[in-house]
């Protein structure tokens, strides 16, 4: 950067979103709505908690994804061992959350200042891994703007160029609290390559090429995207398996190339479009999910 180099987004708009402790203080400070959190740096931090604190949840504060470095602690001694065992580095500590759904937004800014949003959609998790999305979620449409607007805010307040996931908790009285952001192209979005007029993979090259951004369309009513993460560790591609599930109709199959399976593995997804309502969504997802872990 120093040397004139460009960089979209540039670092500025990286370096507080990097650190889970300071992207948290971050949205406090722009007014997104969070979870209540803490860091964890010394033994005496540990002393305001009593057992109705819990359960907690213990996160690293760099590198983590899929649900590494994130722990679920249901006591003060589970905390205390995990936070020893990684030899006691600083951590982020933050309620745990009974939310009702888990949301997602992706959201696309130009150097322009144009900003353009994707439907907001439902993520399913299963150890801490996405599992299965479906677009749009069954919201309100006062949720779904409230998501809009503060994915618009924080692009904005970044000055952030190319294209943004945004998870959220949605809890039993309709409060929308911001999970995590990742600054790139998300697995939430990856629906987008066959069920919109524009990918998220499209919008990002746009956005960064200063090209114009115009509002995705959503080609079909609904849209689901199912992981096919890997269950054992193998050299095997799978073919008899994802023919299998391409034939399910509507049905689009992307595997990775990824050479080597292993357990919680992004090997691929599955998008299928419907024509209709929601009804058929989870007897397909079953579906797929029986073929592939079979």
Known sequence: EQQGVIFRPSLAALSPLLDKYDQRSYLQNIEVPVPNFALLEKPEDLHGLSSQTFPLVLKARRH???GQGTFIVKNIAELTRIWEQYNCPSMLVEEFVPFQKELAIMVARNAQGEIVTYPVVETFQHQQVCRQVIA?????????AEAQAIA???????EFVGILGIEFFLTSTQKLLV????????????????ACDVSQFEMQLRAVADLSLTKPILKTEVALMVNLLGYEISQSDY?????QIAQLGNTFVHWYGKKGARPGRKMGHVTVLFNGNYVQVEEIASRIEEIWYS
């Open 64 to 66: 983590g994804y899929d």
């Open 136 to 144: 749009p979620a069954e919201i309100s449409e006062s949720i779904s």
């Open 152 to 158: 618009k805010t924080l692009v904005s307040k970044l």
């Open 179 to 194: 999970n995590e952001i990742a600054p790139r192209t998300h697995n939430s979005g990856h629906y987008s390559l066959d």
């Open 239 to 243: 073919q008899a398996k994802r023919e």
